[in-house]
């Protein structure tokens, strides 16, 4: 711990240096970043395999090209991000000029979760760095051989005192969360984002969570089905279906449902083949055994209380295989319902029409993401104005996460704050305003001891400005 100790201390004395630093300095830094993580490519691969199991082609989709272009955005854009602008000035101090200008945080704690060990450890670097800011990253302990990758990259790129890895349990998480940082950067559950932010409160620090939740999915009875069902099938399975952004559950019109389960049901046989049952070098494994036994007892839990495994269920305890499952006759009380899945289970919910699905929506805490297939220019403008999501996708999943200029985050219970692009610039920078007088003030004229003659001069500053 006390080595904690020595790093904090050590990035607090180098905080106003990386200030001053130039947008070519900090593009240096950011493509040095890049092309060493690059160069580690096959260390990448190894580890995203041995910890989570992953296929080449995921980790270079997901990962690899997930850093690559947030790096590289950075890069194109940190010079204009950098700019001090300079904002309209009220009548009233016609005499002033005025401006606002990002400057640093200070020192930012970045905390990772496993499930995207690697790029969810670098993309928030990457924004911090482009804004000046000292950082250290906790990537999760559920993932090691990630974590030793991100550490060794991150040595081969920086000094300690600029940005370092720290490794370790949940002591050096809460060791890590007394410390005085000028910004925190979560990604995890609602259930430790509190704990974050009450860790953050105590310090006055600033927070950006990034928690995740059920995200639902509306398909509607004019959607085009097979191209929803392609879609929901390989962006919910992906992952083994550990992704924050993943659909969560699927509320259906009645009137498509039947089609929608049956092309379900093709594509997951065509992406993975035969009958699910013994896996696919396609297909990731489970993190852990601890999220093995939640899913299991989840789906047991669900059907015990009427739902119907239509496809999958099928999983291997000892390589930690959890097939992809397709749930349907799920009812809206059903316990699979109460909480984030985070997992290859899907379940499918019938309702009568668009007004139920976003009644149901709505009674539930905001979600992190809400996808909505349909064709109707109406019901597409209905879910728009009428939830409230974290990001809203039609015709699509999880995309809205590879567009850097779009901010990434949540609402409320799915979280606090964004990132991403410029939106990750903005999170780690603090707006500072500046306001430059010039030697003539009117306000002289105003000065106490307050006559009747001056009272006259505000009355009219009142009116007119």
């Known amino acids: 711990m006390q080595n904690i100790d020595h790093i904090f201390n050590s990035q607090q004395s180098v905080c106003a240096s990386l200030a001053a630093t130039?947008?070519?300095?900090?593009?240096?830094?950011?493509?040095?970043?890049?092309?060493?993580f690059l160069d580690m490519e096959s260390e990448v691969l190894a580890a995203l395999s041995k910890d989570l199991g992953k296929s080449k082609t995921e980790?270079?989709?997901?990962?690899?090209?997930?850093?690559?272009?947030?790096?590289?955005?950075?890069?194109?854009?940190?010079?204009?991000?950098?700019?001090?602008?300079?904002?309209?000035?009220?009548?009233?101090?016609?005499?002033?000029?005025?401006?606002?200008?990002?400057?640093?945080?200070?020192?930012?704690?970045?905390?990772?979760?496993?499930?995207?060990?690697?790029?969810?450890?670098?993309?928030?670097?990457?924004?911090?760095?482009?804004?000046?800011?000292?950082?250290?990253?906790?990537?999760?302990?559920?993932?090691?051989?990630?974590?030793?990758?991100?550490?060794?990259?991150?040595?081969?790129?920086?000094?300690?005192?600029?940005?370092?890895?720290?490794?370790?349990?949940?002591?050096?998480?809460?060791?890590?969360?007394?410390?005085?940082f000028n910004h925190i950067l979560f990604t995890g559950s609602p259930e430790i984002g509190k704990i974050v932010m009450s860790a953050a409160?105590?310090?006055?620090?600033?927070?950006?969570?990034?928690?995740?939740?059920?995200?639902?999915?509306?398909?509607d009875?004019?959607?085009?089905?097979?191209?929803?069902?392609?879609?929901?099938?390989?962006f919910k399975f992906a992952n083994a279906g550990q992704t924050c952004t993943a659909p969560d559950y699927i509320l259906c019109e009645e009137s498509v449902h039947d089609s929608l389960i049956k092309e379900l049901k093709n594509n997951l046989v065509n992406f993975f083949g035969g009958d699910l049952e013994g896996g696919s070098k396609d297909y990731c494994s489970i993190a852990n055994d601890v999220h093995f036994e939640r899913l299991v007892d989840a789906l047991h839990s669900s059907t015990k209380s009427g739902s119907t495994v239509s496809l999958g269920g099928n999983m291997n305890k000892k390589t930690r295989y959890f097939s992809p499952?397709?749930?349907?006759?799920?009812?809206?009380?059903?316990?699979?319902?109460?909480?984030?899945?985070?997992?290859?289970?899907?379940?499918?919910?019938?309702?009568?029409?668009?007004?139920?699905?976003?009644?149901?929506?709505?009674?539930?805490?905001?979600?992190?993401?809400?996808?909505?297939?349909?064709?109707?220019?109406?019901?597409?403008?209905?879910?728009?104005?009428?939830?409230?999501?974290?990001?809203?996708v039609i015709n699509d999943c999880v995309l809205h996460h590879t567009n850097p200029n779009l901010p990434f985050g949540g609402i409320n219970n799915s979280g606090v704050g964004s990132y991403h692009g410029k939106f990750g610039f903005d999170a780690f920078s603090h707006q500072k305003a500046i306001l430059e007088s010039s030697g003539f003030s009117p306000f002289k004229l105003l000065l106490p001891p307050y006559t009747k003659s001056k009272e006259r001069i505000a009355t009219l500053i009142k009116k007119f400005f």
């Open 22 to 36: 130039t947008y070519k300095e900090r593009q240096r830094k950011i493509r040095l970043l890049l092309e060493n």
């Open 59 to 180: 980790v270079y989709l997901a990962e690899i090209l997930g850093v690559k272009t947030e790096a590289l955005f950075a890069i194109k854009n940190i010079k204009g991000w950098m700019k001090k602008r300079r904002v309209p000035t009220p009548a009233a101090i016609a005499f002033t000029k005025s401006w606002v200008k990002p400057e640093p945080k200070g020192s930012v704690l970045i905390i990772s979760p496993w499930n995207y060990p690697i790029m969810l450890c670098l993309n928030p670097l990457i924004a911090a760095i482009a804004a000046g800011n000292t950082s250290i990253i906790k990537p999760s302990e559920l993932t090691p051989e990630s974590g030793k990758v991100v550490q060794r990259l991150i040595k081969k790129t920086f000094k300690e005192e600029e940005v370092a890895v720290v490794l370790g349990e949940k002591d050096v998480a809460e060791k890590l969360l007394s410390l005085p």
């Open 201 to 219: 409160a105590k310090h006055l620090a600033g927070v950006t969570l990034e928690l995740g939740g059920k995200s639902p999915t509306i398909v």
């Open 221 to 234: 009875s004019s959607a085009n089905i097979k191209d929803a069902a392609w879609k929901i099938a390989f």
């Open 325 to 392: 499952t397709i749930l349907t006759g799920v009812q809206e009380d059903n316990p699979i319902m109460m909480n984030e899945i985070f997992g290859p289970l899907l379940p499918v919910i019938k309702v009568s029409s668009i007004d139920s699905a976003i009644n149901y929506i709505n009674k539930k805490p905001k979600p992190l993401a809400l996808y909505l297939f349909s064709k109707n220019k109406k019901n597409k403008d209905l879910v728009l104005n009428s939830t409230s999501s974290g990001g809203l």
